[in-house]
């Protein structure tokens, strides 16, 4: 099942990114669409690394490194 999601948001980044750096050389808008995409890319991004982050510091804060 993680996979599954590792590769749909591979997928997805690959996707945004790509089509984002086409429109900056093209000297075109992005849609809309691919904005939000990117949104919530960025946004569940930025939730895992402070989630995983505090996770760690849990971790090191009660002497339960694995």
């Given at each position: 099942?993680?996979?599954?999601?590792?590769f749909?948001?591979g997928m997805?980044?690959?996707?945004?990114?790509?089509?984002?750096?086409?429109?900056?050389k093209t000297?075109?808008?992005?849609?809309?669409?691919?904005?939000?995409?990117?949104?919530?890319?960025?946004?569940?991004?930025?939730?895992?690394?402070?989630?995983?982050?505090?996770?760690?510091?849990?971790?090191?804060?009660?002497?339960?490194?694995?």
């Amino acid at each position: 099942m993680l996979g599954a999601m590792v590769f749909t948001y591979g997928m997805l980044m690959s996707f945004v990114l790509s089509g984002a750096s086409r429109n900056a050389k093209t000297g075109r808008a992005n849609p809309p669409v691919l904005q939000y995409v990117g949104y919530v890319l960025l946004g569940s991004t930025a939730a895992a690394s402070v989630l995983l982050f505090g996770y760690a510091a849990w971790g090191l804060a009660t002497d339960q490194i694995l």
